[in-house]
């Protein structure tokens, strides 16, 4: 069974920083692309940002290039995204996607909040 186990979210105040994990499951997990998806109150969901098997690429939404950095440890079966000067428009649930076999896969999410 596929789980993905999201943490590290939380309270923030503007320019602050945030470290989100992603424990992966069930998968091998190395075979596969990883996503990070965030959800802000009363919008639709927002691709963040991906990395690709090797973790050699990776890919950003405009919105958070030059402040987020995805990367992924293959012992820990666990996918990261590093959040820097945070901005309140940040402020969603995150979440760690896997598409495989034509499905998406979903963590519960973790909350980021971003404000004085």
């Known amino acids: 069974e596929v789980q993905l186990v999201e943490s590290g979210g939380g309270m923030v105040q503007p320019g602050g920083s945030l470290r989100l994990s992603c424990a992966a499951s069930g998968f091998t997990f190395s075979y596969y692309e990883m996503s990070w998806v965030r959800r802000a109150p009363g919008k639709g969901p927002e691709w963040v940002s991906a990395i690709n098997t090797g973790g050699g690429s990776t890919y950003y939404a405009d919105s958070v290039k030059g402040r987020f950095t995805i990367s992924r440890d293959g012992a820990k079966r666990t996918v990261y995204l590093q959040m820097n000067s945070l901005k309140p428009e940040d402020t969603a649930v995150y979440y760690c996607?896997?598409?495989?076999?034509?499905?998406?896969?979903w963590g519960q999410g973790t909350q980021v909040t971003v404000s004085s």
């Open positions: 996607n896997l598409f495989m076999g034509g499905y998406d896969y």
